[in-house]
């Protein structure tokens, strides 16, 4: 009996006709060819940059190095703040076991958030390649673009000897094939990012406003880097001369996107104003830590709550936080305070007390603009008498002043190089807030997905 549905039609299948299996057939091998065709378009997301070369793509490529520069400074969570992390500026108040540990100071290896911040600094340099090569072919003329392109890779480099162990693997991205990098000592890597922004000041030479703002942020970073090898001298002949008013910034909007720093640290609370005492009662001593929550410092205004009523992402840490940032604050990469805190630091060394505290005092008295703070003028500095008390203070302000931009890290690791300090005496210690206590790092790690480097055996060592 044949089945049919309700209109009465049958169910039964139909035997094709000879005529209507090879049409079928001919339609199935068209949409076979069809297909094939589809699949051999190329991906317009893949862009060989050997095809940039007109003088807007070079302006493009450019700008999308600057991009990713941003994301190594305040628009991404940076080594910026995992640094500030490591050391004493910020205090986990996160759900995240990444931050946990790295407050900690024991982060692992295969860290998810080290590992994007390390790849965004690789990613930061060779796309700052890719502009240098695109400008040289498209846009000769752009000379500070050029500069900035420098900056960017000479930055990356002072930011990845300043943050992360020794063996820091240094490649080429841009050879065909990619070129796996050779491990290198924090020392090389300095050097590096010396001989990149010494590059970038022969291109900032102009008179035009851009040229000469890439001129004094180049010099600025030239002068971290001289520090990071002790070249004293090279530092302080760097910033000579460099107004304190100055800055070159990393800004954010609706479309480029937010501050990172305020969006972790006060929209999301998983960082909290680090201190020297810790834990809701505030009962827990770190030794070593500064108390940046509890100073009352004109520079660093903190809310410190004494109850639960500001929990942070985890929902038990009362979170001191900071307005120093809005949601679009541009962030000082470099500043005209950075030269100061370098001059200051030079005539310390020099011996020159003198010099050293009318520095110092002279921006207490007339505090620059820090994100969205302005502070009140600050009572003089005294001298402490001994040149150790002095070395402490001289760290104490700069930590103050630079709050937040990535410095903390690399300044606690050069007291152990260059002043004598030691990890026990520099870094936190102690009773974590979390459980445990304080390990033993002071760097970050090179992370496990470097390891597909064959170069690459893990850090050479953790020395500072």
């Not at 930061?124 to 090569?133: F, H, K, L, W, Y």
């Not at 107004?243 to 990393?250: D, K, L, N, V």
Request: proline share 5%.
């Amino acid at each position: 009996m044949t089945k049919t549905n309700s209109t009465g039609r049958s169910l039964m299948p139909r035997r094709l006709s000879v005529s209507m299996t090879l049409a079928l057939t001919l339609t199935a091998a068209g949409c076979q060819s069809a297909n094939d065709k589809f699949l051999q378009v190329t991906d317009p997301d893949i862009i060989d940059p050997s095809a940039v070369v007109s003088p807007e793509a070079a302006v493009a490529v450019a700008n999308g190095a600057i991009a990713t520069f941003r994301l190594t400074t305040g628009a991404g969570e940076s080594s910026w703040l995992f640094g500030g992390l490591l050391v004493d500026e910020w205090s986990t108040s996160s759900t995240f076991i990444q931050n946990d540990e790295t407050d900690q100071r024991q982060t692992a290896e295969f860290n998810s958030s080290v590992t994007g911040q390390l790849r965004n600094l690789y990613r930061a340099r060779t796309r700052a390649d890719q502009g240098i090569a695109a400008l040289k072919t498209g846009r000769p003329d752009l000379r500070a673009l050029m500069a900035e392109m420098y900056l960017t890779r000479g930055y990356s480099e002072l930011q990845l000897a300043s943050d992360f162990c020794n063996g820091i693997p240094i490649g080429n991205g841009n050879a065909t094939p990619p070129e796996d990098g050779t491990p290198r000592s924090v020392a090389e890597v300095f050097a590096l990012s010396a001989a990149s922004l010494d590059t970038a000041l022969t291109y900032a030479n102009g008179t035009d406003a851009a040229s000469v703002l890439m001129n004094r942020a180049v010099r600025v970073a030239r002068a971290r880097a001289a520090l990071g090898v002790g070249d004293f001298n090279t530092a302080g002949t760097m910033v000579a001369g460099l107004p304190t008013a100055f800055a070159y910034q990393h800004t954010f909007s609706t479309v480029a996107g937010t501050n990172t720093i305020w969006s972790q640290a006060l929209s999301q609370r998983r960082y909290s104003v680090g201190d020297s005492v810790e834990g809701n009662s505030r009962n827990i001593l770190v030794r070593n830590a500064l108390p940046f929550a509890s100073a009352r410092d004109p520079r660093l205004p903190v809310v410190t709550p004494t109850s639960g009523a500001i929990n942070g992402q985890d929902g038990l840490t009362y979170t001191r936080t900071t307005t120093m940032w809005g949601q679009f604050t541009p962030v000082d990469v470099v500043n005209g305070i950075d030269a100061r805190m370098v001059e200051a630091e030079v005539a310390l060394k020099n011996g020159n007390v003198t010099t050293w505290l009318a520095i110092h005092n002279a921006l207490r008295a007339a505090p620059p603009k820090l994100g969205d703070i302005q502070p009140a003028a600050m009572a003089p500095l005294v001298d402490p008498g001994t040149d150790a008390a002095r070395v402490q203070l001289q760290f104490r302000e700069k930590a103050f002043w630079t709050f937040g931009r990535g410095q903390r890290l690399g300044d606690m690791r050069r007291l152990i190089r260059q002043y004598g300090r030691t990890a026990d005496n520099t870094f936190p210690q102690g009773v974590h807030y979390k459980g445990g206590n304080y390990a033993g790092d002071v760097n970050l790690p090179i992370v496990t997905d470097e390891r597909n480097n064959p170069n690459f055996k893990g850090c050479t060592n953790r020395n500072p």
